[in-house]
């Protein structure tokens, strides 16, 4: 076969080409250059990060402040301490400075998750789903349970029973509280690390499935199932008997509590092509909004009742915690989060502008807690430890080497603070007993200088 002439492919548009005059010409090559340029408009937007969003019309839902109780102690009984996950204990007694600390447990693995406190009691797990129960008093082990093999979320407590989720083998755990026993276990068909919230009869975890279960508390039954775009990872919220939560789909939704029924659907908005952003962030919800972080570097505040975006601000990398939301007696509304760019954010809880930015020195994983007018928060190298800011002026009024994802909670008596493989208990040191230890450290060095002759006299005169 001859092959085809190329110069007769092209001959038709030169010829055509040429019997256009100059101006016909040029009109065409600016036609063409306006194509181009439109197309690459259209390219850098869909590959274009969108902006922040503010929309001031959506409900702002003033609340009353709730003022420290002079209770001795209370429950810390779900992650995030109450079902809506705001992580605020109101209380006077729980502030710095700390006496040493009263007691130390030494899990000896991982422990992601800070414990529950129940009962005069606290419960948690380790990252090889071994579950304990210790006493807060001493800090002494109650009882210890196998559950799994991964495990990775705090429990909840409800009416003498804690309930529990695993990764492997991925099921959902009810155990008696005072003494460990398994009541149920109810495979969930994927892993799981949703801390459980009980609604009624119901306890309300989620899979990596994407499914969110309503299990009956006293046998373990299914009693609704609802599916989702992806992973759900993070808690639900619980509030008014809607559930809110969200997936790694970027998908945020709230649910009936009863039914599963959906109330709406949103979605993070942070990525290119329209996508919106994963969600590990366990929301937190307060004043009429729905707060989370998302790995697409932002921090979210949706409306609780229609699911709009009430606002968003960017973080310079992963926001990967759930926030912790609170109105203290001496702050405003405030979201409290940190974020894989190694800062720390106090955010206005209505606007989501910046009250005040730390820098801690490494990135945040984990949920801050808000114990009275301190906000706490657990950090991961290059610095490592908890540190705890005076929650209006970002002040820091407290250090401890001890914290890395999930650190605080208390019983409105003390602050139980939660380390790599371990956990210490903290009370308020007040002025008299500060006043009787620097005493006691007086009486000591003076029997060491008396039990060592010249020893003062020394140190004396090397100091002129």
């Given at each position: ?68 109780k002079p209770v001795k102690t209370v429950d810390w009984p779900v992650y995030g ?384």
């Amino acid at each position: 076969m001859t092959p085809f002439p190329m110069a007769r492919l092209f001959a038709r548009p030169l010829e055509i080409w040429r019997s256009w005059s100059v101006r016909t010409r040029v009109l065409a090559i600016a036609g063409l250059g306006l194509l181009v340029a439109g197309i690459a408009v259209a390219g850098y937007l869909a590959l274009k990060r969108p902006g922040d969003i503010s929309n001031p019309n959506v409900d702002f839902v003033e609340e009353r402040r709730r003022e420290p109780k002079p209770v001795k102690t209370v429950d810390w009984p779900v992650y995030g301490f109450d079902d809506a996950r705001t992580r605020y204990l109101p209380t006077e007694r729980v502030r710095p400075p700390y006496d040493a600390s009263e007691w130390s447990f030494q899990a000896g693995k991982l422990l992601e998750f800070s414990p529950i406190a129940a009962n005069g009691a606290l419960y948690f797990q380790d990252k090889d789903a071994l579950f304990r129960a210790l006493d807060a008093e001493n800090g002494k082990l109650l009882w210890e349970k196998e559950i799994g093999d991964l495990a990775a979320s705090s429990p909840a407590y409800s009416d003498g029973r804690v309930f529990a989720v695993t990764l492997e083998p991925g099921s959902a755990v009810a155990l008696r509280a005072k003494d460990g026993k398994v009541l149920w276990e109810r495979p969930l068909d994927a892993r799981s690390e949703t801390s459980p919230v009980v609604f009624g009869k119901s306890v309300i975890v989620g899979n990596e499935s994407g499914d969110v279960f309503a299990l009956d508390r006293e046998s373990g039954k299914v009693r609704w199932r609802v599916s989702t775009a992806d992973s759900v990872k993070g808690g639900l919220a619980l509030k008014d008997g809607i559930l809110y939560g969200a997936n790694y789909a970027g998908e945020v939704f709230a649910l009936r509590a009863s039914s599963g029924e959906e109330v709406w659907k949103s979605s993070t908005s942070g990525l290119s092509l329209g996508r919106g952003g994963p969600v590990y962030s366990t929301p937190a919800v307060a004043f009429g909004r729905v707060y989370l972080g998302s790995i697409d570097g932002r921090v979210y505040s949706f409306d609780a009742e229609s699911g709009n975006v009430a606002w968003s601000h960017s973080t310079g990398d992963w926001a990967y915690p759930g926030p912790a939301v609170a109105e203290t007696p001496h702050s405003e509304p405030t979201v409290y989060i940190g974020s894989k760019d190694q800062n720390f954010y106090a955010l206005d809880a209505q606007t989501g502008e910046v009250r005040w930015q730390k820098d801690v020195g490494g990135i945040v994983l984990g949920a801050a807690s808000v114990l009275g007018e301190v906000v706490y928060v657990g950090v991961i190298g290059p610095k490592t430890g908890t540190l705890g800011f005076n929650v209006r002026t970002g002040k820091q009024v407290f250090e401890n080497d001890l914290g890395e994802y999930n650190p605080v909670i208390s019983d409105g008596n003390r602050m139980y603070l939660t380390g790599s493989s371990g956990i210490r208990a903290f009370e308020h040191e007040t002025p008299a007993e500060r006043r009787r230890e620097a005493a006691r450290r007086r009486r000591v060095r003076q029997r060491e200088q008396e039990e060592q002759p010249g020893k003062g006299e020394r140190s004396h005169k090397g100091q002129s």
